[in-house]
């Protein structure tokens, strides 16, 4: 069965009319005869969304929640099914209820995709997980529910549902967004117009990169090379040398010219080894270009200029900024240096030649430690040709003994085996032997020997030249090896140092691993464990995965192959790699397990830090239980025994006030069982709330029963709006909040006092929130202690003995937290402390539904 295909309606903001754009998409598609049903829609009380609703079939939404609270989410089983051509799915990043069949939309809408359903849906901007601290910074306040960016990208069409700022103010303003009673506290803080237009520029900015992958995409599928100028991009070309920061300023000049380009520096890295690339002026170059707003990329390739070309046309580059080059003047000359390389393969793409102080100097270049090809045939050429113009430049000096002429043959062997190593100068050794027999050994004109210290000269000059070939040849070898081994501890310092600056993740890594080899794909496999011999995908980067490495594509085809360990293969597809490519791909390889088991040192880390965690809380409650609970214990110990004992001979007044001090001590063993279990949930992150619209004065009235009613005064505005929140537990939170005010502020009136507009300008989660604070003016708390006020087992030093075990405050911070909300201590004017508890604002009846982030679209 086909996958169905998804659409999604990106906002800047809540009330840009991305629902109401899904709508009119669903009616157009009916008109044209297509089976469109609603999922789901959050119309948030909008007589324009659900005056579009009409005429379409809804499917009767799904019902989730247990103890007594149950609340409507859609029916994805229902939806399957009913299994409509499309589905409207409002709101991609919900949260859905607990008892739900998955716990985000995303994931239902992912059930009907693989169905062949498709799926229209909308999601607003901060709701990307990427951009979650983006959002925080000019929001002041965190988007609370999240959608991977993965998830979105996925979608086969992304379209910006856009307004002008100025109008969504004047949206609000008249009321088609919010409530009456949120817009003062929406327009206080994610409504003001440097927000929306901020939020509108990021919208903007993500959607364009999209595009921009789209079109990468169609360019790589239809083959084409040719740079289309849709967007400004300047390459910079970086050899690792001085001249590299000015190569960059100019860079970054020219892209400052246009608005919305981007700035690329690119260092060409040797599979072998690249002399004079220093790794402190790179790094020191690679900050340059962070500090400008730029990227920095590493690829590897023999020809400089034509790795640089291949990397340019991968980005659709439109200029190219690359030095004047250092190189020999016979290079510039015969347009062999990079630069005039890169301008003759250029093609349509601008390249800037620039000037600097090292151009017109030569720097020294040290010799090349392989023995490449090109090497290995001059040494040939002139292990045939320099013997016979040796012996011809000496026929001119007959006055010269054997011996001379040994060693000046010998001289010429060693430059030979210099050149092009050990079996050019075999050859020229055996020429040069043959030429000194031949025309300086008596007789000469034969190749015969009459004088036998000849021939032991010959014997010890042929060994001398094949020795000296031997020694050239190994040390050779050992160069190229330890310009290898430079090569991959270069790159492993690079990736280390990448690491340490990105904290990259192996889909990361990977996408740098086939940018660096300018492959197509690149992927890591494990060894299947539930079939053994077999390997799995767990990772790859690219329009689509390598092949397996036990695939005859993988082993035959131009990609590479390299196990990094028995269990582990890191596969790159889509270009053809040399030895060194390969040798530089191991390194990757090795640093791909260093990342695998630093992630895996860190889950461990978080693991034993919880477990640390628990402990402690386990060791305090240990704690509480020897000190706090041995006292009620024996008191109660004690009243029992006494009343046995003394059956029927106690007045009656005494009876009662043992009966009394039983029950007493029995109510103070159940609080702090209460609390400690309490304790025990919220450190282990199994508490649970249950959320509904809840009425302030409610939570209060049954918070206070049991509390003496002296000294508490509660002072509520008659139109506080209800708020989202589990009533149990808010009970939980006022009464531990104002027990302990009544501890620590003896002698003080504790007011419990609500806003009239429940809201003010504070939000919490992104939302508007109602608050409630409790006010005393007792002795109050520094600020240095406001954090350890909330921490476990926590008592001031003047806390009165048998006064607790120290948990109301942690309780109530973790019971407010579970809701959406926040707890927050502030200094009360005039002296004392003063309690302020902040949840959202319920949108409904139905509020339990939606999640203390949902989004409004």
């Given at each position: ?78 939806v399957?099914?009913?299994h409509?051509?499309?589905?409207v799915?409002?709101?991609?990043a919900h ?21 062949g ?48 700022p ?35 520029e ?13 079109l ?5 599928s239809?083959g ?6 849709a ?13 590299g920061e ?21 260092h ?10 220093a ?33 340019a ?7 190219i ?19 005039a ?47 016979v113009?040796?012996?011809t ?55 015969n ?43 492993l ?42 390997w ?16 005859d ?11 990094a ?69 024996a ?24 009966l ?51 000294g ?29 005010a ?12 609500g ?17 409630l ?65 902040r ?5 409904g ?8 982030e949902?989004?409004?679209?």
């Open positions: 069965m086909a996958r169905g295909t998804l659409r999604i309606f990106l906002g800047a903001a809540p009330g840009v009319g991305k629902t109401f754009a899904m709508l009119q998409e669903a009616h157009q598609l009916r008109a044209g005869n297509r089976d469109v049903v609603v999922g789901v829609v959050a119309g948030h009380g909008r007589k324009e969304t659900w005056d579009l609703v009409a005429g379409l079939e809804v499917v009767s939404p799904g019902h989730a929640g247990w103890t007594g609270v149950v609340v409507q989410e859609m029916d994805v089983d229902a399957l099914a009913r409509p051509d499309v589905a799915v409002d709101e991609y949260t859905n209820a607990l008892g739900s069949r998955n716990e985000h939309r995303w994931q239902d809408i992912e059930l009907l995709l693989s169905a359903i498709n799926v229209l849906s909308t999601v607003s901007i901060q709701h990307l997980a990427s951009l979650e601290d983006v959002v925080s910074a000019i929001t002041g306040q965190p988007p609370g529910e999240t959608v991977p960016d993965d998830m979105v990208r996925r979608a086969d069409q992304i379209e910006l549902v856009d307004v002008a100025e109008l969504l103010l004047e949206r609000l303003t008249a009321g088609n967004i919010y409530p009456a009673e949120m817009i003062d506290a929406a327009l206080a803080n994610e409504f003001r117009l440097g927000n929306l237009f901020a939020l509108r990021i919208a903007l900015i993500w959607l364009a990169d999209r595009v921009d992958e789209g990468a995409k169609y360019r790589a239809e084409i090379t040719a740079t289309w100028p967007r400004e991009r300047v390459v910079v070309g970086l050899t690792g040398g001085p001249e000015a190569l960059i300023r100019r860079a970054a000049r020219i892209q400052s010219r246009v608005n919305g380009g981007d700035l690329l520096a690119v060409v890295r040797r599979a072998e080894g690249q002399p004079g690339a790794a402190q002026v790179l790094a020191s170059q690679r900050r340059l270009v962070t500090d400008l707003g730029g990227s920095y990329h590493t690829v590897v390739g023999e020809d400089a200029a034509e790795s640089l070309l291949e990397f046309r991968s980005v659709n580059a439109t200029q900024v690359v030095g004047v080059s250092r190189g020999r003047l016979a290079s510039r000359l015969l347009g062999r240096s990079v630069g390389k890169v301008v003759k393969g250029s093609g349509d793409i601008d390249v800037h030649m620039v000037s600097h102080p090292l151009g017109a100097r030569t720097l020294p270049r040290p010799p090349s430690p392989v023995l490449g090809r090109a090497r290995t045939t001059a040494g040939f050429v002139l292990a045939v040709l320099l013997p113009l040796i012996t430049g000496l026929s001119f000096a007959p006055e010269l003994n054997l011996a001379t002429h040994v060693l000046v043959h010998l001289t010429g062997v060693i430059a030979v085996a210099f050149i092009g190593g050990l079996w050019p100068a075999v050859l020229a050794a055996v020429l040069d032997s043959l030429l000194l027999n031949y025309f300086e050994t008596e007789p000469v004109g034969t190749f020997i009459s004088d036998p210290q000849n021939v032991f000269a010959l014997l010890v000059f042929l060994f001398a030249a094949v020795a000296v070939s031997l020694l050239v040849g190994v040390s050779a070898r050992r160069a190229a090896e330890a310009a290898r081994a430079r090569a991959a501890a270069a790159t310092a690079d990736l280390a140092r990448d690491a340490l600056i990105a904290d990259d993740s192996v889909e990361a890594f990977l996408d740098k691993v086939r940018e660096t080899f300018q492959a197509k794909a690149a992927g890591l496999f494990t060894k299947a464990s539930e079939a053994p011999g077999s799995e995908l767990e990772a790859f980067s690219g329009d689509g995965p390598p092949p397996s490495p036990d695939s594509s993988a082993s035959s085809g131009p990609g590479a192959v390299e196990l360990d028995p269990d582990t293969a890191l596969v790159v597809s889509g270009r053809a790699l040399t030895a060194g490519d390969r040798r530089l791909l191991a390194a990757h390889g090795v640093h791909l397990l260093l990342l695998r088991e630093r992630d895996a040192l860190h889950r461990r880390l978080t693991n034993t830090a919880k477990l640390a965690e628990g402990n402690s809380i386990r060791t305090s409650i240990l704690r509480a239980v020897g000190h706090d609970l041995r006292t009620p214990l008191g109660i110990k004690l009243a029992v025994t006494a009343l046995q004992r003394q059956k029927g001979r106690l007045p009656a007044e005494v009876e009662t006030e043992m009394d001090t039983i029950e007493s001590y029995s109510d103070r063993l159940d609080g702090l069982i209460a609390s400690l279990l309490d304790m025990s949930r919220i450190s282990s992150g199994s508490t649970a709330p249950l959320t509904a619209p809840v009425i302030w004065r409610d939570a209060i009235e049954d918070a206070l029963r049991g509390l003496p009613a002296d508490i005064r509660v002072d509520l505005a008659p139109n506080m709006p209800p708020v989202d929140a589990d009533l149990g537990m808010l009970e939980r939170v006022i009464a531990n909040i104002v027990e302990n009544l501890k620590y502020a003896a002698g003080s009136d504790i007011v419990i006092v806003p009239s507009s429940g809201a003010g300008a504070a939000t919490v989660n992104g939302r508007p929130c109602g608050e604070h409790i006010v005393d003016h007792g002795q109050g708390v520094s600020a240095a202690n406001v954090i350890a006020m909330f921490q476990p087992f926590q008592r001031l030093n003047d806390a009165p003995e048998g006064s607790g075990v120290g948990l109301g405050l942690a309780i109530a911070k973790g019971f407010t937290e579970a809701m959406g909300g926040q707890l927050i201590a502030q200094s009360t004017p005039g002296g004392g402390l003063t309690m302020v508890i949840l959202p604002l319920s949108a009846p139905h509020a339990a539904a939606d999640s203390p949902d989004e409004r679209g």
